[in-house]
């Protein structure tokens, strides 16, 4: 965080943090990141969802911010030392520059617009979440885990899928390499497999984000 805080002072971009730490229910935390985002005071035009056990060099976190798709993650490995890797790409896409269409992506290192997040929250209920920031309007229940077509789907597949049903999709950017994902060790990813194709994905523990605005 101190890297990428350094770099955002550096070329003078406009952020505030949104953390939402000891939350026990990350799909909880993570709606209401995104309840933050939408009716920050400063209506800031990005948000960068970053988990506290996910490393991010500054060059990565440079390469999304080049990006002008809606929603763009950074690959990562799994914390099991495995070659299993927390974003795949579909194979039927074809390559977009550097960013290949994600067929699912964990969410410790992405990039979202407000434009994206609007649109997720427009097809999503209402509801109240606790210890809710920036005022008592309801949020929207973007991210909501669960059993879909016989298949268990995580908090970070359920934001995924949202995106896809508004139309979006997930980019994967080749480019943002060098990420690391800390458990008992600290485990780095093989360049080889910034962007594997059609293998199993995984999710975050634990959630932070900044909300970025334009320069």
Request: charged share 25%; aromatic share 6%.
């Amino acid at each position: 965080m101190f890297d990428l805080g350094r770099l955002v002072a550096m070329n003078r971009i406009e952020a505030d943090l949104i953390e939402r730490a000891g939350d026990a229910d990350v799909a909880h935390a993570r709606n209401a990141v995104l309840h933050a985002f939408r009716v920050h005071p400063s209506r800031p035009q990005r948000l960068l969802l970053l988990d506290a056990d996910v490393g991010v060099p500054p060059a990565a976190f440079a390469a999304l911010l080049t990006c002008s798709e809606d929603f763009v993650v950074a690959n990562y490995p799994w914390r099991d030392g495995s070659d299993r890797t927390a974003c795949t790409a579909k194979s039927d896409r074809p390559m977009n520059g550097p960013l290949a269409a994600a067929k699912n992506a964990g969410l410790g290192c992405a990039l979202l617009t407000r434009d994206c997040v609007n649109r997720m929250a427009a097809a999503a209920e209402m509801y109240r979440p606790y210890g809710m920031p920036y005022g008592e309007e309801p949020a929207r229940a973007i991210c909501v885990p669960g059993v879909r077509n016989g298949v268990w789907e995580a908090e970070d597949q359920s934001l995924v899928r949202a995106w896809e049903r508004a139309g979006g999709t997930v980019w994967i950017h080749t480019g943002a390499r060098g990420l690391t994902h800390t458990g008992p060790r600290e485990h780095r990813m093989a360049d080889r497999a910034v962007a594997s194709i059609d293998g199993p994905s995984g999710g975050p523990a634990w959630l932070n984000a900044v909300a970025e605005g334009r320069p």
